[in-house]
C-alpha cells in the first residue's frame, strides 16, 4: 500500500511539473464552458442538465490525453526496468499509475464547480443532480482512466495509446444516444454496456447500486488487463 | 550468496538463456562477459526480478526468485543497461522517489541522498532535469538510484558502456570503492574492465557459460606460452631470426615489421624463467642495437576470442 502511494504521488505530481495539466485543464474548461453556456441562457433553466449531457463524451476525449503516456513512455524510454526492479509488484504500479489518473481527471472538474456556485446565484438551483451528477463524473473519471491506462499498457507509442483509449471511451459514452440504430432485441443490453446511460442515471440524483458496481466493474476489468499486459511483457 | 540453477530463459522459440549454473558468494565482484547477445542482459534481468526464467532456479539468500521475489528485490540493487531514467524529473526529486520506494526512513533520507551524491560525484546536478543530463552523468544517476538503499547486492549492466575514458575510470573507481562491501555482478565486453574489476570471470556465449573461474585462473588457464617482443637495429634480417630461434625454448619466430632500419620479431616461448636474461646475453654478443624488449602472457582478449569464436 505504501508503495502505491508512493507512486501515485509521483504521478500526480508529473502531471503538474510539465504544461500538460494546465493545457488539458484550461481547453477542458474552453469546450465544455462554451458547449454549456451556448445553450444555457436560452433554456432559462437554473440546471446543470446540459452540462452532465456533455460531460462523458468531452471526457472521453480528455481523459486519454492524460492517461496515454502513463505506461507507454516507460515502456518507451525503459525506464519500467528501473521500476520494475525496484521493490514494487505491477499491481502495485497499476494501482498507484490509476490513482493518479483519477485524481487529475477529478482535480479537471474542480473548477467547474464554480458553474453551479453562479447559478445558485441567478435561481433555485436543486442541489440533488449536481451532486449526483458530480460523483457519478468522478467515477466515469475513473472509468476513463482505467481504460485509458489499459490502452497505454498495450504499446509504446503515445499516440497510439490515446487513439485506442479514446475510442473505447468514446464508444462507452456516446452509443447510448444512438441506440435508435439497435435492433429492438439487444437495445437494453447495449445500453446497459454504456457508461453514457449509467451516468445519466446517476445525475438524475438518484444513486443506484447497479450504476455504482457497472463503473466499478469496468475499473475492475480495465485494471486487471492493464496488469496481465505489463506482466506478458516481462 | 546467489544459486543459479539451470537457468534457462526462451523467447519465443529463442534461446537467449540456456542452463545456466551460477554460485557467487558473499563479496565477490563477479564480471559476466560475452559478446553482444549472448545472454547477459537476459540472466541479469532474471536475477533482478524483471524476467521471469522459463525454468531453472535462482535463490538469493534463502529468498526463491518465484515465491520472494519483492524480497530479493529489496537485496538487489540494479542498474540497467544504458541507465533508462524518468526524463522529467529532477535528479533530487527521482533519488528522493526512489527512496522512498525503497522504504527509507523519512529522517534518515535527506542525509542517505547528500551521501549517496557524494560518492557518485552528482553535487553539481541535483537540481538539473535528467533529460539536460550528459551520458556519463545519467550512468552516475542510475548508479546513485542502484545504491541508494545501500543494498547487499549490486547488478550493474554494462556500467561503463558509452562512457569517454575518464568517465570509464571514474565509474570504475566507484565500483571498486563499494565492491570492498558489497556483492557485485557486473556485465561487460570491454575485456581490459572485466580484468582490472573483477576478482571472478564468467564467460558466456549464445547463452552457455564456457568459463567460470576467478580472473587470475582464466588467464593461466590459457596455457603457458609468452610472447617476447625484440626490435633491432643494425641487424640483418635472416640471421636474427635463426640466432634467435636457437634458443632453448623459443618455440616461433616470427617477423612484425621492418621499418626505418628497425627490425621487429615476435618470439612465441614456453615459459621459463631465465629467458629474457638468455636473449639478452645473446642480443650483447653481437652488435645489434636493442631499442625494444618486453614479454606479454597470452591476454583475456585470445581466451576470450577462443572461447566464443564462431565454428
Known amino acids: ?122 435561481g433555485d438551483l436543486d442541489w440533488g443532480p449536481v451532486i449526483g451528477g458530480y460523483v457519478g463524473a468522478v467515477l466515469i473519471g475513473a472509468t ?22 479514446m475510442v473505447i471511451c468514446f464508444a462507452m459514452g456516446i452509443i447510448d444516444k444512438m441506440l435508435v440504430f439497435f435492433p429492438a432485441v439487444i437495445v437494453t443490453i447495449v445500453e446497459q454496456l454504456t457508461a453514457g446511460f449509467h451516468f445519466q442515471n446517476i445525475s438524475k440524483g438518484i444513486i443506484d447500486l447497479r450504476d455504482i458496481v457497472y463503473f466499478l466493474s469496468v475499473i ?13 511483457k516481462v | 550468496m546467489i544459486h543459479v540453477k539451470n537457468l534457462t530463459k526462451y523467447y519465443n522459440d529463442l534461446c537467449a538463456v540456456d542452463r545456466i549454473n551460477l554460485n557467487i558468494s558473499k563479496g565477490e565482484i563477479l564480471g559476466l562477459l ?104 545519467k550512468q552516475r544517476v542510475g548508479l546513485a538510484h542502484a545504491m541508494i538503499s545501500d543494498p547487499e547486492i ?22 571498486r570503492k563499494i565492491g570492498k562491501e558489497k556483492t557485485i555482478i557486473l556485465s561487460t565486453h570491454i575485456l581490459s574492465e572485466a580484468e582490472a574489476t ?26 603457458k606460452e609468452v610472447f617476447i617482443t625484440v626490435s633491432l637495429k643494425n641487424a640483418n634480417t635472416e640471421t636474427a631470426k635463426s640466432e634467435l630461434n636457437s634458443i632453448t625454448n623459443v618455440k616461433d619466430v616470427k617477423q612484425l615489421s621492418d621499418s626505418e632500419g628497425a627490425l621487429s620479431i615476435r618470439l612465441t616461448c614456453g615459459s621459463s624463467n631465465d629467458l629474457m636474461e638468455t636473449i639478452y646475453k645473446k642480443v650483447k654478443q653481437t652488435d645489434w642495437i636493442l631499442t625494444e624488449f618486453h614479454k606479454e602472457t597470452k591476454s583475456l582478449e585470445n581466451i576470450f576470442r577462443e572461447l566464443t569464436k564462431e565454428n
Not at chain 1, 147 to 165: D, H, P, Y
Not at chain 2, 154 to 175: C, F, H, M
Not at chain 2, 211 to 221: G, M, W
Open chain 1, 1 to 122: 500500500m505504501q508503495q502505491v502511494i508512493h507512486i501515485f504521488k509521483k504521478e500526480f505530481k508529473d502531471y503538474f511539473i510539465s504544461p500538460i495539466a494546465y493545457i488539458v485543464i484550461s481547453i477542458f474548461l474552453l469546450v465544455i464552458g462554451g458547449l454549456f453556456f451556448s445553450s444555457f441562457f436560452y433554456n432559462g433553466q437554473a440546471s446543470l442538465r446540459g452540462f452532465f449531457i456533455w460531460l462523458p463524451i468531452i471526457m472521453a476525449f480528455f481523459v486519454p490525453a492524460i492517461t496515454m503516456r502513463l505506461f507507454s513512455e516507460e515502456i518507451n524510454i525503459g525506464s519500467y526496468e528501473t521500476l520494475l526492479t525496484l521493490p514494487v509488484t505491477t499491481l502495485d504500479v497499476v494501482l498507484g499509475k490509476f490513482a493518479a489518473a483519477s485524481a487529475f481527471a477529478a482535480a479537471m472538474l474542480l473548477p467547474t464547480l464554480s458553474y453551479p456556485i453562479c447559478i445558485e446565484m441567478f
Open chain 1, 220 to 232: 475492475f476489468i480495465a485494471l486487471y488487463s492493464s496488469r496481465l499486459t505489463i506482466e506478458e
Open chain 2, 154 to 175: 549490486l547488478v550493474l549492466d554494462e556500467p561503463t558502456s558509452g562512457l569517454d575514458p575518464n568517465q570509464i575510470v571514474e565509474i570504475r573507481e566507484i565500483i
Open chain 2, 34 to 137: 560475452g559478446p553482444n547477445g549472448a545472454g547477459k542482459t537476459t540472466t541479469l534481468r532474471m536475477l533482478t526480478g524483471f524476467y521471469l526464467p522459463t525454468s531453472g532456479e535462482i535463490s538469493v539468500k534463502d529468498y526463491s526468485i518465484y515465491d520472494d521475489a519483492l524480497e530479493i528485490k529489496k537485496l538487489i540493487g540494479y542498474l540497467p543497461e544504458s541507465a533508462p531514467l524518468y526524463h522529467n524529473m529532477l535528479v533530487y526529486d527521482y533519488l528522493n522517489y526512489v527512496a522512498d520506494i525503497r522504504g527509507i526512513e523519512q529522517d534518515k533520507k535527506l542525509s542517505r541522498i547528500k551521501e549517496i551524491a557524494n560518492l557518485c560525484g552528482l553535487n553539481s546536478i541535483m537540481h538539473k532535469s535528467v533529460s539536460e543530463l550528459s551520458k556519463g552523468f
Open chain 1, 144 to 165: 476513463y482512466s482505467a481504460v485509458g491506462l489499459f490502452a497505454s499498457a498495450i504499446t509504446r507509442n503515445q499516440i497510439i495509446a490515446f487513439i485506442i483509449g
Open chain 2, 198 to 223: 573483477c576478482d571472478r570471470i564468467a564467460i558466456i556465449n549464445k547463452g552457455k557459460i564456457v568459463a567460470d573461474d576467478s580472473t587470475e585462473a582464466i588467464k593461466q588457464s590459457a596455457g
